[in-house]
């Protein structure tokens, strides 16, 4: 870790800091050119939120959540800096970690939880079996473990025992999400990174999940990092949302006041586009315009081809973050973010309009 | 029964169960039946917009196959204007409306374009095959016009680059507009859009599903939307005045206007549906229970449904008349038609014990989600 960066770990982050990324970058180099799909992002993650990443496919999400691990596959190259911060102890410089240190990290300090649960196990052993192998690969005592795994799964509404007699493919989809869930948490982490965990299921199971994962989080103080492209999923189970666009943030705020009222032109679109039960029919509309393309993405604020509100400024400089209101947890990546209200209103329930 | 006037496509009492038995289990002789469909009857008018909504497994996407002829019943009648689908398959030149005509009027938009398309034929190469069968007589030229048309119809502009373009070089939302574009090339009267959107960004989803509306004002098309989504599925219906139709392991227990199953939903699994739709507004957020209104997550093996009403093992409204008789559809106070006791004021079931629950040891978790 540099001098720098120790310098400005100590003296910017706030006591309740979990995570710290700064100027992280993700690029690839493909033969059209050199694409980046995680720019420049800086971002503080507190100890015990429930923070919501929002974006859609291919705005760089899930390469945040694998920078966070430093889990970029090659030849992706991450570059910038991250530091965790455990409740105890020395801030961790995460990408100077070596093999061993990280595979310990990985699994002790911050877990991870994707779509594919399937994928996650193996299919020749039994449920029991892999929380058994985890516990003991990370020299954890077996007994306290295996009943720590137990009480997890009945918390999500498994039956222990024939959860463990099982394998893989004798679960249902479901099943086999909640039990991934409760795999990631045996060790006691103090993060759970998920990325669209819940994407390939219904919407009764992807919702009693959510209401799972904000009861664990209360009961054992877990930080949890929720990304997904679903905003209404995130909208009940979240403390803060950030919104990602163009591989970059572009806003955030307590959830509250970012439903309510967003304050970058994307964000209020993006609300606006989104199916629901509540907003008359005739107010959804679809987002004018594409998505960026990572080789080509416009210079100045990335989204001004599609802003209503784009002036010669958002062509010429890339926006960093105005504290909307002077609040200093509302950001907005937008110069015009006063104006965003009036250009482009929206309703998330049947009568008012904002 | 959900009629219509003059519908296009009557489903009469439609049952499906599929045999499911696997080789060991044959050669002792057990048998293991998946009760996919159970007694649907169902009408499909010009023009309409009807959409299916239910968890996996519950039998829409098996419904919407009977509806467009891709799967044959094995209980009850579809006929396509008057004229017994399954019959005109076997009687062949006899039938009154040629089989041939049939399957090219019920078409379908899978969930997943990139494998519904021929990765190594470009767009204009996929798109030819329909019109080279519903117009042989069509010249090369004015097929390719007529494409970029369509092309330029779907949004995919300028056309002439998009239709030399393979699957691989589309967005999932360019390859759903394809697929779309080639079920319509056939003048389709019904298309099966089975979970047409859920692959989709739900930025892009609204914009997918006005396209689709646009298409059906223009070709005049009726649309059986399916979707694991009740948003979507309010949208979809929503905007042409279309129905819901909510189904449970295989049964219809609800249908009606969209905005009444949405704003006013009668049935307790209609409600459960409606809990587990996210709310965008944080205070109606905040006033909703955590906790779901069911007594169970987990659905139940379609192999053993349960008896009397299907739903009574998760039914936070369950009674004991429940379990042992089954509701049919009937009209309750709203414009919907619901399965369930509640909607009769006469019904024993308002005399009947709570149900406690049962945990049969027999009752499988179904294993076939998505």
């Not at chain 2, 905007?239 to 295989?250: A, E, P, Q, R, T």
């Not at chain 2, 299907?310 to 038609?337: K, M, V």
Request: glycine residues 6%; contains cysteine; hydrophobic residues 35%.
């Amino acid at each position: 870790m540099s001098d720098s960066s120790l310098h400005s770990a100590g003296s910017v982050s706030k006591p309740d800091t979990i995570f710290e990324v700064e100027n992280v970058s993700v690029s690839f180099d493909m033969n059209r050119g050199h694409s980046r799909v995680v720019d420049d992002v800086s971002v503080e993650i507190e100890r015990d939120e429930i923070i919501g990443v929002v974006g859609e496919s291919g705005s760089g999400k899930s390469m945040f959540a694998a920078a966070l691990l430093d889990a970029v596959v090659e030849p992706g190259l991450l570059s910038g800096e991250i530091t965790y911060y455990p409740e105890d102890g020395e801030p961790i410089d995460v990408l100077s970690l070596d093999d061993d240190e990280l595979r310990r990290f990985r699994w002790e300090e911050v877990a991870m939880v994707d779509q594919g649960a399937m994928d996650s196990f193996n299919p020749t052993m039994s449920i029991e079996e892999h929380f058994r192998e985890t516990i003991l690969a990370h020299e954890a005592n077996l007994e306290e473990g295996m009943d720590h795994a137990r009480e997890l799964l009945a918390e999500l509404y498994l039956d222990p025992d024939r959860v463990f007699e099982a394998y893989p493919h004798e679960l249902s989809g479901g099943m086999q999400q909640r039990t991934l869930i409760a795999l990631s948490m045996v060790l006691k982490p103090n993060v759970i990174v998920m990325d669209e965990p819940t994407a390939a299921l219904d919407l009764l199971m992807q919702r009693s999940i959510t209401s799972l994962i904000s009861q664990l989080r209360d009961k054992y103080g877990i930080t949890v990092i929720f990304i997904t492209h679903d905003l209404p999923l995130v909208a009940g189970l979240a403390d803060r949302l950030g919104v990602m666009y163009a591989f970059d943030f572009v806003e955030f705020g307590p959830t509250y006041d970012v439903l309510k009222d967003a304050a970058h032109p994307y964000t209020r679109a993006l609300l606006k586009a989104v199916p629901n039960t509540l907003t008359p029919l005739e107010d959804m509309r679809p987002i004018d315009g594409d998505s960026p393309d990572p080789v080509d993405v416009p210079r100045g604020c990335s989204y001004h081809p599609r802003c209503p509100l784009a002036t010669q400024e958002c062509i010429d400089s890339d926006p960093s973050f105005y504290e909307v209101h002077g609040d200093r947890e509302r950001l907005s990546a937008c110069h015009h973010w006063e104006d965003a209200a009036e250009a482009i209103p929206y309703s998330l329930s049947t009568e008012e309009r904002v | 029964m959900a009629r219509s006037a003059d519908p296009v496509v009557e489903l009469d009492n439609v049952q499906v169960h599929f045999n499911d038995t696997g080789f060991i289990d044959k050669l002792r002789g057990d048998e293991t039946i998946v009760h996919a469909v159970e007694d649907v009857s169902l009408d499909i008018a010009e023009n309409e917009a009807i959409a299916l909504v239910g968890e996996s497994g519950c039998g829409k996407t098996t419904l919407g196959k009977v509806a467009v002829g891709l799967q044959r019943p094995t209980g009850g009648t579809i006929r396509y204007r008057g004229q017994d689908i399954w019959e005109a398959k076997e009687n062949g030149r006899n039938s009154e409306i040629p089989y041939s005509k049939i399957r090219q009027s019920l078409q379908i938009v899978h969930q997943d374009p990139g494998s519904s398309l021929n990765p190594n034929r470009t767009v204009l190469t996929s798109l030819e095959v329909p019109l080279k069968m519903t117009q042989s007589e069509m010249g090369a030229d004015a097929r390719e016009q007529r494409i970029y048309q369509l092309l330029e119809y779907l949004g995919m502009k300028p056309p002439q680059d998009y239709a030399h373009r393979y699957p691989h070089q589309l967005s999932g939302g360019e390859q759903q507009r394809v697929a779309l574009g080639r079920a319509l090339l056939m003048s389709p009267d019904v298309i099966l859009a089975d979970e047409a959107v859920s692959a989709l960004d739900v930025s892009l989803r609204v914009e997918m599903m006005d396209l689709m509306h646009d298409l059906q004002e223009v070709f005049n098309t009726s649309f059986v939307f399916i979707s694991h989504d009740f948003a979507n599925a309010r949208y979809f219906a929503g905007k042409v005045g279309g129905k819901i139709g909510v189904m449970y392991l295989g049964e219809l227990v609800e249908f009606g206007p969209a905005e009444e199953v949405i704003r006013n939903p009668q049935h307790p699994y209609t409600k459960v549906l409606s809990w587990a739709t996210p709310t965008l507004d944080p205070d109606l957020a905040a006033e909703e229970s955590m906790d779901p209104p069911v007594r169970k997550i987990d659905i139940p093996d379609p192999v053993n449904p349960p008896s009397g009403c299907r739903f009574h093992t998760r039914c936070p409204d369950a009674r004991e008349a429940c379990a042992r008789e089954s509701p049919s559809l009937q009209r309750g106070e709203t414009d919907s038609l619901v399965s369930c006791f509640r909607m009769d004021d006469q019904h024993e079931y308002w005399n009947s014990d709570p149900f406690e629950g049962d945990d049969d040891p027999t009752e499988r978790e179904h294993a076939g989600e998505q």
